[in-house]
């Protein structure tokens, strides 16, 4: 099982990046799938979410009107378009069963700063 995010970076607030999540190992395409983030000095939260037939989605308060998320079942990925970026969307971005239950990936660094 693996779980490889990538496309963050550093990004001037107001911006927009858009993260890839590749998931392998496991039946992706039975599985809700959930963005979560980590910021320095602070626990993990959840981002946002998509049902497996990614008919339904879900955000935080924080995420609702400026990220997106999206998958490809046929490319086992999941995708989180972020707009409106702003210094508090700073942290390690990750993705996951919305269980939690896979192990971890790297994340992929998102660093918004002027």
């Known amino acids: 099982v693996q779980l490889v995010e990538s496309g963050g970076g550093l990004v001037q607030p107001g911006g927009s990046l858009t993260l890839s999540c590749e998931a392998s190992?496991?039946?992706?395409?039975?599985?809700?799938i959930g963005w979560f983030r980590q910021a320095p000095g602070k626990g993990q939260e959840f981002v946002a979410g998509i049902s497996y037939t990614a008919v339904t989605t879900h955000y935080a308060n924080f995420a609702k009107g400026r990220f997106t998320i999206s998958r490809d079942n046929a490319k086992n990925l999941v995708y989180l378009e972020m707009n409106s970026l702003k210094p508090e969307d700073t942290a390690v971005y990750f993705c996951?069963?919305?269980?939690?239950?896979?192990?971890w990936g790297q994340g992929t660094q998102v660093t918004v700063s002027s």
């Open positions: 190992g496991f039946m992706f395409s039975n599985y809700a």
């Open positions: 996951n069963d919305m269980e939690k239950g896979q192990p």
